[in-house]
T-cell receptor
Framework: EPEVTQTPSHQVTQMGQEVILRCVPISNHLYFYWYRQILGQKVEFLVSFYNNEISEKSEIFDDQFSVERPDGSNFTLKIRSTKLEDSAMYFC?????????????FGSGTRLTVV | GESVGLHLPTLSVQEGDNSIINCAYSNSASDYFIWYKQESGKGPQFIIDIRSNMDKRQGQRVTVLLNKTVKHLSLQIAATQPGDSAVYFCAENNYGQNFVFGPGTRLSVLP
């Protein structure tokens, strides 16, 4: 069964440092997403991406965040200057279509710890 | 703003019993709903979905019920097993929009 792959599984970084979280969506999917989940809390939407541009973003996704699809397979989330409150699980998801027959396929996540 | 919420944050059931996990949603325009299961250290995993033109859908050991009148969604798990222990999220979608997740219910299966 096709999977969404995320690397690394766990990243520890110092406050103020830049981090890049990497994702390889399912190959025939067209819509890509980043969500985050602070420990013990619900999954929160960050950003959606389609046709090489951001289609929607939440208020969490401020100027410190950016996304990129540098080639035909990778989808990255960059946090320019990490803060303690950025510590969370970050999930990448992809979807073949936006129609109601298509839910997300999530990756296993990257646990980001900012110290 | 509109949101998805859950009535019970934790649920403990005996192995072999049936489990019912509830979810309330407030966006009357939502027309597609999914239940996700999240095991410790893993990403959410699709369990079952339902469209707003249906009120019931069954899968293997799972049933989702949708009551649009009261904006309520439930997930029923038959003969709950230890492997069902996880956090369960409902998520709603308004066609073409992003999914909004509820806060989650932790299901603990007791031996």
């Amino acid at each position: 069964e096709p999977e969404v792959t995320q690397t690394p599984s766990h990243q520890v970084t110092q406050m103020g440092q830049e981090v890049i979280l990497r994702c390889v969506p399912i190959s025939n999917h067209l819509y890509f997403y980043w969500y985050r989940q602070i420990l013990g809390q619900k999954v929160e939407f960050l950003v959606s991406f389609y046709n090489n541009e951001i289609s929607e973003k939440s208020e969490i996704f401020d100027d410190q965040f950016s996304v990129e699809r540098p080639d035909g397979s990778n989808f990255t989330l960059k946090i320019r200057s990490t803060k303690l409150e950025d510590s969370a699980m970050y999930f990448c998801a992809s979807r073949r279509d936006r129609g109601n027959n298509y839910g997300y396929t999530f990756g296993s996540g990257t646990r980001l710890t900012v110290v | 703003g509109e949101s998805v919420g859950l009535h019970l944050p934790t649920l403990s059931v005996q192995e072999g019993d049936n489990s019912i996990i509830n979810c309330a949603y407030s966006n009357s325009a939502s027309d597609y709903f999914i239940w996700y299961k999240q095991e410790s250290g893993k990403g959410p995993q699709f369990i079952i979905d339902i469209r707003s033109n249906m009120d019931k859908r069954q899968g293997q050991r799972v049933t989702v019920l949708l009551n649009k009148t009261v904006k309520h969604l439930s997930l029923q798990i038959a003969a709950t097993q230890p492997g069902d222990s996880a956090v369960y999220f409902c998520a709603e979608n308004n066609y073409g929009q992003n999914f909004v997740f509820g806060p989650g219910t932790r299901l603990s299966v007791l031996p």
